[in-house]
T-cell receptor
Framework: GAGVSQSPSNKVTEKGKDVELRCDPI?????LYWYRQSLGQGLEFLIY????????KSGLPSDRFSAERTGGSVSTLTIQRTQQEDSAVYLC??????????FGSGTRLTVV | QQQVKQSPQSLIVQKGGISIINCAYE??????FPWYQQFPGKGPALLIA?????SEKKEGRFTISFNKSAKQFSLHIMDSQPGDSATYFC?????????FGSGTKLNVKP
């Protein structure tokens, strides 16, 4: 596609439920990133995929968070047993080279 | 440890004025310094970027000033317009890993 596509755009879930957030990167982009943006805050790095290399998971806040990237394209971020502090906008980005990364519009997750 | 420190947190400028946002970093291995602009409900979008081999880069009303020895860089928005009102993030990267500042919310008053 022309840009990074994320779905759903909004998700409301009950505390304790699992959620899956989807990212469809720009076609051909080898690198994919997930960031979290809490209300009025900066961008918190979560995880980075580059080609077939092992992902850099150093930013995942707890073992309730996991992500996978299938076929080097679509990625899914899964949050198990959601907590209220997980409420945030989850941003996906992709890049081809070592410079410009392009962000999607994000998924706004609200845990009630 | 915050890799990139950004200030101010918020900024109010009159239309036509100059907006200045500052960032500082510690890791001398960083080799790419982009600025991103984010409007409400949207993801950040690349505005302008610089590499450490130049001290300044200008694109239209937007200029990055880079001071390698001080490990600081700044964004200058000349002739600021109400349409520039947004949140601005500086970032630094090496080996494809990006570290973002905490953001500056700019409000340009008409």
């Amino acid at each position: 596609g022309a840009g990074v596509s994320q779905s759903p755009s909004n998700k409301v879930t009950e505390k304790g439920k699992d959620v899956e957030l989807r990212c469809d990167p720009i076609s051909g982009h080898t690198a994919l990133y997930w960031y979290r943006q809490s209300l009025g805050q900066g961008l918190e790095f979560l995880i980075y995929f580059q080609g077939n290399s092992a992902p850099d998971k150093s930013g995942l806040p707890s073992d309730r968070f996991s992500a996978e990237r299938t076929g080097g394209s679509v990625s899914t971020l899964t949050i198990q047993r959601t907590q209220q502090e997980d409420s945030a906008v989850y941003l996906c980005a992709s890049s081809l080279g070592v410079s410009v990364i392009t962000f999607g519009s994000g998924t706004r997750l609200t845990v009630v | 440890q915050q890799q990139v420190k950004q200030s101010p947190q918020s900024l109010i400028v009159q239309k036509g004025g100059i907006s200045i946002i500052n960032c500082a970093y510690e890791n001398t291995a960083f080799d790419y310094f982009p600025w991103y602009q984010q409007f409400p409900g949207k993801g950040p979008a690349l505005l302008i970027a610089i590499r450490p081999d130049v001290s300044e880069k200008k694109e239209g009303r937007f200029t990055i000033s880079f001071n390698k020895s001080a490990k600081q860089f700044s964004l200058h928005i000349m002739d600021s317009q109400p349409g520039d009102s947004a949140t601005y993030f500086c970032a630094a990267s090496n080996f494809n890993k990006f570290y973002f500042g905490s953001g500056t919310k700019l409000n340009v008053k008409p």
